[in-house]
């Protein structure tokens, strides 16, 4: 053993030592100087009324669904489209929003007008806005927008039957149908179609390059993305409307979980938590005085489909058993403690023709529950029950398994990941999943057809002639004539046991006291099941 | 383990042509053959788990609503539906043009992808491993010098109760008293370096305190039985403190030395479960690195972000072990003859 | 090295000696206490995990009914309190220390089996058995077992047993590595070379002389390992990867209580109670036999 070695061996050890004690040391000291300056990104606020301009905030969404944006944010693309509305709000702006009470409001399109038979849509584009590359936000660039977006590989992509997007003005847009669709205007919120790139930009910068920097002429303008993980945004000077956006810097940061937003709205790192909806946070947050919950108007109901191709679903008595094995006033009160309402159809109090009950609905009744599973032979399988990886929904799940198992139904519960989800629709092999269904209007997005239509991949219910009522509503522009529509299609899956539906599920935003906006201070209907937030009005405030 | 002390033996002249000739270089050279034989195992091993779970990228990208034949056809362009030798001899000759691929999921290029993540990752374990040995070193010193006393049964403590908790446990209980009851460090998010040095390490404290306690407590542990086996069992010990020297550098220039073999060999060794780490703690604290897009790369079948990542912590691993079997080998001529011969 | 090399002939702790007879006696209890005291606590856990349901009748660990959800410790009829759906959280915490101890000792049992035979050979044949074998563990050691770990759970389902399967990707090489240094520092003793000398066949010689010498060896290590293996399960079932919903195991008690951590904290705080106090007391025992077998 070399002499030499050993000394250099001491040395390295101590220098090695010595830089872990200064790095602790460093450590220590930042911490206690940081947590004052740590207040310098927040902005304290005197009393005042209304929106104060200025600020930078922060914002935290969870990963597995809003928190995720691994393909990037070009509309065309972003198969998490849905999910990422937060971000692609901020950035492209939308060309309608829904706003306080479901009120449409004009974004970047300033009206529109269907024709009477339904198949002929204007829209009327705001003049003179600019993207932020400076390039013209017009008629020209909604049509190559549109057009790329229905030419998608991407299963985000509109369903509209188009058949022509045309500019028939610089400030006109006209699309036309193969058929009706009275709801266009309420399926645009939930559409990519409402969110316009620069086509200019996308061509320079090539798609790939343009999905992680993406150009619009929202609020908002991308001044740093890491996928999935970090986005931040900053106030865009061009922005049509003046006096908005009101804060000069948005930061979004995804989060593990509600606990870790909430933990880390504590620790002052931040001020919105967006789509909190565990029951027992939410109560914790409400008791908490420096902190403001919103919850907001649900406008898609819990439900389980019922896989009515396979066994043991395709038989109607099982069907009916599950109706009355369920009483689900106890879950509510004990789970969530009464924080939403029942319904008996896919209409929440948030969207449009909510309608709660519905006349002859199978209600609970263990006696009549226990001889349907002797009847149809239910008691002898055991179901596989499916949700997603939620902790809501899985409360919801282990609950109704409970309760089941009173009257002799055996499940075993599968909570899947969103990938793995999507794959056991595809399969078909699925017999039962606690899901949402329901939007806005229910002919848009994850609406009723997503559920019960007999063309979509995540239905369970083939029947013709609910096609044909959900269709006739989508094609109505009487709003009157819609809902009675709707209220027949709630009484018909009612009345064959298509699958019952629980409650009237909404998600809450959380927010720091001292910052105002819709969908903070006052409540928004959500768009797709996730609450939706105008980021231009938006502010420190009271 | 004695060895002798004292200048090396042996003229300067014959130096060259023993080094060249050296069983220490061929010995070396064998290492380094079988080093890359194992990363290369290790890869090929991964492209099969990865080929054998159900499902591939295609039908995971278009999701629902697409068509089989939509499918199909995704699946033609991203050529999942070659046979699995071509697959892998793909993927291997462009891994060694220095190309991994890109993800299937967004087709941004997996190295820089890793490029971006990766800095994160490797900063997170370099602070906890710095810590966890610099720390380890110098608390088994410290405990070493009088076994059973008060600061050695105070580290024995300390060391069992880190070997005992589970790194996502005392990572939880690190955010509640540090960041959301004394807001002394972040609970989530990450600065970096270059952006903010101070924010950099405040932020990256709590998670490689999380990795590093355990990792602390495992080596003072063996370290600090290894010292004291040396101080009480070997000759040269006894020697030495009967020729006069002082306690501290019997244990310093002596004990010391030869007791990180062990450790050495424990660091490589632990190198193998730093994927598990990283892959639960970085979640926690939302930093993003290659851990946390580890587990959603594996669901969404991206096979180039999954074997780019494997490639990247075998190699790691690989190299350490070499690294510390030639240490080995270099420090103690007995091994390196003894290997030698056999 | 010498950190693997059993000494035999190890008199103990040298100061002892050294010491009066009533400090020796003192020395003594502590040193019974030491391993008697962990030893008894890990048969109470095991005793009660697996016998006290089956003698005494505990509220089901599943299927808890909604009405009695979120209900803190110390409530009548459950003393750990319920989760938020209504399950027992003491007769979680027995039946999810069966899984643990199932996993744990699962584990340790294929690794030392496994990883110790393959060992054993490597060590004692050397040349190319060795060569191989240790390739294999190199190969084994440097591949991310978390890989496969969620490749088996995506695949085939979590389920306790893939649990066991993915986690021995861990134990069999550590096992092995050293089961193989302790071989070969044993061979070149003097025993080892008469039982081969005197005509002794391979195999015989493993199972007479090699086996009985690494086993102390062997088991502190496991005991350690076992500690390891159910950390690692509560690491699977924290991702969601071990044993699925809405069965219990320590690990998913803890990640679901950690979503709702600020509201009831004893949710986290009870299972890691007892997961720190099984791996701690594994831990301690492992120490203890090392002291009282006098391996290194």
Redesign the interface.
């Known amino acids: 053993m070399k002499f030499g070695s050993a000394e250099r061996k001491e040395r390295k050890r101590i220098r090695r030592f010595g830089l872990a004690g200064t790095a602790v040391l460093l450590a220590l000291g930042v911490a206690a100087c940081s947590s004052s300056s740590s207040s310098s990104s927040s902005a304290a606020a005197p009393a005042s009324t209304g929106p104060r301009a200025g600020g930078a905030l922060t914002v935290f969404e969870a990963t597995g669904y809003s928190g995720d944006w691994p393909d990037g944010l070009d509309p065309a693309t972003n198969i998490d489209g849905a999910a990422d509305q937060d971000y692609m709000d901020a950035i492209f702006g939308e060309l309608f929003e829904l706003g306080p009470k479901g009120a449409v409001i004009p974004d970047l399109a300033t009206g529109y007008s269907i024709s009477s038979d339904a198949k002929t849509i204007t829209l009327d584009i705001r003049p003179g806005v600019k993207f932020t590359d400076g390039t013209p936000f017009n008629a020209a660039a909604v049509v190559t927008n549109i057009d790329r977006d229905l030419k998608s590989a991407c299963t985000c992509k509109p369903t509209w039957p188009v058949t022509s997007v045309t500019a028939t003005g610089p400030d006109t847009v006209t699309i036309t149908l193969s058929a009706p669709d009275g709801a266009f205007i309420d399926e645009i919120f939930d559409s990519t179609a409402d969110w316009i790139a620069s086509p200019t930009a996308l061509q320079k910068m090539g798609e790939k390059a343009f999905a992680l920097a993406p150009v619009g002429a929202g609020p908002f303008e991308v001044v740093s993305d890491t996928l999935s993980s970090v986005l931040v945004l900053k106030k865009n000077p061009t922005y049509w409307q003046t006096g908005r956006p009101y804060l000069d810097t948005l930061t979004f940061k995804t989060v593990a979980s509600d606990e870790a937003g909430y933990e880390a709205l504590l620790a002052k790192e931040g001020q919105i938590y967006v789509d909190m909806s565990t029951p027992s946070l939410l109560q914790q947050a409400a008791k908490n005085p420096g902190v403001e919950v919103e919850n907001q108007l649900s406008t898609s109901p819990y439900d389980l489909q019922l896989n009515t191709k396979t066994a043991p679903f395709n038989n109607v008595k099982a069907r009916q058993a599950i109706y009355a094995a369920t009483n689900f006033g106890p879950i509510l009160q004990h789970v969530f403690d009464n924080m939403y309402p029942p319904v008996q159809g896919f209409t929440g109090p948030g969207g449009i023709c909510y309608s709660p009950t519905v006349p002859g609905y199978q209600g609970y009744d263990p006696t009549l529950a226990k001889t349907l599973v002797a009847q149809s032979g239910l008691g002898k399988v055991t179901i596989n029950l499916g949700t997603i990886q939620n902790l809501v929904a899985e409360e919801t799940t282990e609950a109704l398994q409970t309760e089941w198992a009173a009257v002799g139904i055996k499940t075993v519960i599968h909570a899947y990941a969103l990938a793995p989800l999507i794959a056991q629709f595809v399969s078909g092999k699925w017999q039962s999943m606690i899901q949402t269904a329901g939007s806005y209007d229910p002919a848009a997005g994850v609406g009723v057809g997503f559920r019960f239509s007999s063309v979509s991949p995540f239905s369970g219910v083939h029947d013709p002639h609910l096609d044909s009522l959900l269709n006739q509503a989508a094609a109505l522009t009487s709003m009157s004539q819609r809902c009675a529509i709707y209220t027949q299609a709630a009484n018909y899956i009612a009345s064959n046991y298509y699958g019952p539906f629980y409650f009237a599920f909404a998600p809450a935003n959380v927010a720091v006291k001292g910052v105002v906006g819709p969908g903070l201070t006052e409540p928004l209907p959500a768009v797709v099941v996730t609450p939706t937030i105008l980021w231009e009005d938006v502010a420190y405030g009271s | 383990m004695a060895v002798a002390e004292g200048p090396e033996p042996g003229a300067q002249t014959g130096r060259a042509r023993r080094v060249l000739g050296s069983p220490s270089l061929r010995l070396a050279g064998r290492r380094l053959l079988a080093a890359i034989l194992v990363l290369w195992g290790v890869t090929f091993l991964t492209y099969v788990v990865m080929n054998l779970l159900p499902g591939d990228a295609a039908q995971e990208l278009l999701g629902a609503n697409a068509t089989p034949a939509e499918v199909h056809q995704l699946e033609v362009q991203l050529h999942l539906n070659e046979p699995f030798w071509v697959r892998y001899g793909q993927w291997l000759g462009d891994a060694f043009h220095g190309s991994l691929g890109t993800s299937v999921v967004n087709g941004e290029n997996v190295t820089t992808i890793l490029g971006t993540r990766l800095p994160v990752t490797a900063e997170l374990l370099l602070y906890a491993f710095v810590g966890s040995i610099a720390f380890g070193v110098a608390v088994a010193v410290l405990g070493s010098r009088r076994p059973n006393g008060v600061a050695d049964r105070l580290s024995m403590i300390v060391s069992m109760t880190g070997l005992s908790i589970a790194p996502y446990v005392l990572a939880l209980v690190l955010i509640y008293l540090f960041a959301v009851r004394l807001p002394w460090f972040p609970a989530i998010g990450y600065t970096s370096l270059t952006a903010d040095p101070f924010q950099n390490i405040r932020s990256l404290t709590l998670p490689a305190v999380a990795i590093g306690f355990p990792l602390f407590s495992i080596y003072t542990r063996l370290l600090r039985a290894d010292i004291v086996e040396q101080m009480q069992r070997e000759d040269y010990i006894v020697t030495a403190r009967a020729k006069g020297v002082p306690p501290w550098r019997v244990l310093l220039r002596h004990a010391l030395p030869n007791s990180l073999f062990g450790l050495i060999t424990l660091v490589a060794l632990n190198l193998g479960t730093l994927v598990g780490a990283v892959a639960i703690i970085e979640p926690i604290f939302s930093l993003p690195g290659v851990g946390a897009i580890l587990i959603q790369s594996i669901n969404d079948h991206d096979v180039p972000v999954v074997e780019g990542i494997v490639v990247f912590f075998g190699a790691v691993v690989v190299v350490a072990n070499l690294l510390a079997d030639l240490l080995y080998t270099a420090l103690d001529p007995r091994i390196r003859y003894e290997r030698a011969a056999s | 090295?010498?950190?693997l090399l059993p000494d035999l002939l190890a008199p103990g702790d040298?100061?002892d000696a050294k010491r009066e007879p009533r400090a020796r006696a003192r020395a003594g209890w502590a040193r019974a206490l030491r391993l008697w005291g962990p030893a008894g606590f890990l048969v109470l856990m095991l005793a009660a995990c697996f016998g006290w349901p089956n003698i005494y009748p505990v509220p089901n660990p599943v299927?808890?009914?909604?009405?009695?959800?979120?209900l803190p410790p110390l409530s009548p009829g459950h003393i750990f309190g319920t989760d938020?759906?209504?399950n027992d959280v003491f007769s979680r915490i027995l039946y999810g220390g069966q899984i643990s101890f199932e996993v744990g000792f699962g584990v340790t049992a294929i690794g030392l089996v496994v990883g110790g035979l393959l060992g054993m050979a490597a060590g004692y044949w050397?040349g190319a058995a060795d060569?191989i074998i240790s390739?294999l563990l190199?190969?084994l050691?440097?591949?991310?077992?978390?890989?496969?770990a969620?490749?088996i759970a995506?695949?085939l389902g979590p389920s306790e047993v893939h649990v066991i399967w993915a986690l021995s990707v861990?134990s069999i090489p550590?096992v092995g590595?050293i089961a193989r240094g302790a071989t070969l520092a044993l061979r070149g003793q003097t025993f080892i070379l008469a039982a081969r000398l005197s005509g002794t066949r391979g195999w015989r010689v493993i199972v007479r002389h090699v086996i009985p010498n690494i086993a102390p060896q062997l088991m502190t290590f496991s005991l350690?390992g076992i500690?390891v293996a159910i950390?690692?399960e509560?690491?699977l079932s924290?991702?969601?990867l071990g044993i699925?919903?809405?069965e219990a195991s320590w690990?998913s008690m803890?990640a679901q209580g950690?979503?709702?951590?600020?509201?009831?904290?004893d949710l986290?705080l009870i299972p890691?109670a007892f997961?720190?106090a099984t791996?701690?007391s594994l831990?301690?025992l492992g120490?203890a036999l090392r002291e009282r077998w006098g391996v290194?």
């Open positions: 090295m010498s950190a040298p100061a299927r808890g009914s909604v009405l009695q959800a979120g938020p759906v209504g050397g060569t390739r190199d190969v050691i440097a591949f991310p077992a978390l890989v496969l969620l490749a995506e695949g861990f550590a590595r350690l500690g950390i690692l509560g690491a924290f991702l969601g699925p919903l809405p690990g803890i950690q979503q709702t951590l600020s509201a009831s904290p986290v890691s997961l720190f791996v701690l831990n301690l120490d290194r």
